[in-house]
């Protein structure tokens, strides 16, 4: 899979611009602030029909415009996809695909598999459990539209059961036969949520302990295990025990939205045991085993966005990575970075064809070949 072409229109600090990337490795040099970050951020954009940091619309669009577009000519497997996304924040979310729009969103989700590695992955670790479901669905949504349908049907549900305990909490009412209603048709995408979620982690603990290995070269072995109280209790014997608990409380406090990625290393809780380096580790090798499963079930290779991470990784790793790069299948790389020299190095260790493009508020020049 390939990106050969993209342009940006009033994204983020670009007015107008066309970038020609048809390399398997791509360089966007620049100093902080100028812009590169943002250019991963259209690709993954193209890919996914949102931003990556989860910006929304209306920060994407540049200050001085009330709307942005984005356009990406795609090879995937031997054909051509061409798409568009038309936005104007808060009133029109359009997506196309070769010219025609997509009825839902959603359904772009999973055509174009991309995983951006940033400095600031570290978030998987230190922040609560939301980020690393938020991992999980993005991963499961792009392999599976079926898991990420049955995902929006439970988070409406779910959303629609809190408005209709909080009102019950506001009007001092309880009606236990409509909370009842929500509790029967949560059960079937709450299952489904669960299965693939638990018979996911089954695939993906080697393959993140194998990553890890390669990546830290370390003897200390890191684990990552499902959380869920479904594992244990059906969901429908869980909602009633907390019915008196969600009255009281005037949400949901049971369901896979409570699920969780419980990491660690040598038997300990990662994040209070595990030192800075083996942290970087940690998250890169998350990443790269994301990277590979989707390689595997999409019968593609993933655009991988590398958002300045040379910077922010020790030597070691970064010649870990670099071996990676060489020696594994990887398909279209992206990289950013802020010193032409480092990144000149990394080039010629990848040894593959390239293009190095300089940014520079919010223009793109190429520089080299
Ligand atoms: N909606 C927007 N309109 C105009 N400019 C924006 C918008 N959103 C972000 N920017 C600008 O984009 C720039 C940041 O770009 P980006 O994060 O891509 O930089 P970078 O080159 O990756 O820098 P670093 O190396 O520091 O990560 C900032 O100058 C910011 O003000």
Redesign the pocket.
């Known amino acids: 899979m390939r990106l050969t072409s993209f342009k940006l229109t009033q994204f983020?600090?670009y007015d107008f611009q066309s970038v020609t990337c048809d390399a398997p490795l791509v360089c966007f040099i620049?100093?902080?602030?100028?812009?590169?970050?943002?250019?991963l951020?259209a690709i993954y954009y193209l890919c996914m029909g949102k931003s990556y940091f989860n910006a929304p619309d209306n920060?994407?669009?540049?200050?001085d415009s009330d709307f942005f577009r984005l356009e990406g000519q795609f090879e995937v497997n031997g054909s051509r996809e061409h798409i568009v996304a038309k936005v104007i924040p808060r009133k029109k979310k359009e997506l196309e695909r070769n010219r025609i729009p997509y009825p839902r969103l959603s359904e772009h989700v999973g055509l174009l598999p991309v995983v951006m590695i940033a400095p600031d992955d570290t978030y998987l670790v230190s922040e609560g459990s939301e980020a690393r479901r938020s991992f999980l669905d993005n991963t499961l949504s792009q392999i599976d539209q079926g898991y990420l349908g049955q995902l929006i049907l439970y988070n409406k549900l779910l959303q629609q059961r809190n408005a209709l305990l909080k009102q019950f909490g506001e009007s001092r009412t309880y009606n236990a036969a409509m909370i009842e209603v929500y509790n029967m048709q949560m059960l079937e995408p709450a299952r489904l949520l669960h299965e693939t979620r638990a018979g996911f982690m089954e695939q993906f603990r080697p393959i993140l302990q194998e990553a890890y290995t390669q990546i830290s070269g370390a003897a200390e072995t890191v684990d990552c295990t499902y959380r869920s109280k479904l594992s244990d209790t059906s969901f429908e014997a869980l909602l009633n025990e907390a019915a008196e608990k969600d009255r009281l409380l005037q949400r949901t406090t049971v369901g896979p939205h409570r699920d969780d990625l419980v990491f660690t290393i040598s038997g300990y809780p990662l994040k209070r045991f595990a030192s800075q380096g083996q942290l970087k580790s940690f998250v890169l090798s998350v990443k790269l085993a994301q990277y590979q499963i989707l390689a595997h079930k999409k019968k593609t290779f993933p655009i991988l966005l590398l958002?300045?991470i040379f910077d922010k990784l020790d030597r070691q790793r970064v010649q870990h990575l670099l071996h990676l790069l060489q020696s594994q299948t990887f398909g279209q790389v992206f990289i950013?970075d802020?010193e032409q020299d480092r990144l000149a190095g990394i080039i010629q260790q990848t040894g593959q064809h390239f293009l190095v493009y300089e940014?520079q508020d919010g223009t793109v020049n190429q520089i080299t070949p």
């Open positions: 983020k600090n620049g100093a902080n602030g100028m812009g590169k970050t943002n250019l951020d920060l994407i669009a540049n200050h958002d300045d950013t802020t940014i």
